[in-house]
C-alpha cells in the first residue's frame, strides 16, 4: 500500500474518532434533549463518515476495487440523520418537552 494512502488512512480514523467521541460526550453530558440532538446529528455523524471515508480508501488502496457499499451507508448516513434530528424536535416541540433551564425557553413561541 502506498505511504500516502497509509496517513490518509490514519488521519481519517483519528478525526473519525475524535469527532465520534464528542459526539458521544456532548450526548452524555448536555442538559436538555434539544441540546443532546446536537451531539449525535452533528459530530458523530461526521466521525463515522470520516470513519466510513477511511474504509473507502483502505479498500481501494489495496486493490480489491471502490467500496460501493461503504459510499452507500456514508451517504445514507448523511441523508437520514438531519432528517430524524428534525422530526425528533419537532415531536419534542409538540409534546412540549422542557429546555434547560437557563436557556431563552421556547423560541418558537417568541
Known amino acids: 500500500m502506498h505511504p500516502v494512502a497509509e496517513y490518509a488512512i490514519s488521519a481519517l480514523l483519528l478525526i473519525g474518532g475524535a469527532f465520534t467521541l464528542?459526539?458521544?460526550i456532548g450526548l452524555a453530558r448536555l442538559p436538555?434533549?434539544?441540546?443532546?440532538l446536537?451531539?449525535?446529528?452533528?459530530?458523530t455523524t461526521l466521525g463515522v463518515g470520516a470513519i466510513m471515508l477511511s474504509s473507502?480508501?483502505?479498500f481501494s488502496a489495496s486493490g480489491e476495487g471502490i467500496g460501493v457499499s461503504e459510499i452507500l451507508v456514508t451517504v445514507f448516513l448523511f441523508i437520514t440523520?438531519?432528517?430524524s434530528a428534525n422530526i425528533l424536535a419537532k415531536a419534542a416541540?409538540?409534546?412540549d418537552v422542557p429546555p434547560a433551564e437557563g436557556t431563552r425557553?421556547?423560541?418558537w413561541e417568541q
Not at 436538555?32 to 443532546?36: E, I, K, L, N, T
Not at 446536537?38 to 459530530?43: E, I, L, Q, Y
Open 38 to 43: 446536537h451531539g449525535p446529528t452533528k459530530a
Open 32 to 36: 436538555d434533549f434539544f441540546s443532546r
Open 56 to 58: 473507502v480508501i483502505y
Open 105 to 107: 425557553g421556547k423560541p
Open 81 to 83: 440523520a438531519p432528517v
Open 93 to 95: 416541540m409538540h409534546i
Open 22 to 24: 464528542v459526539g458521544a
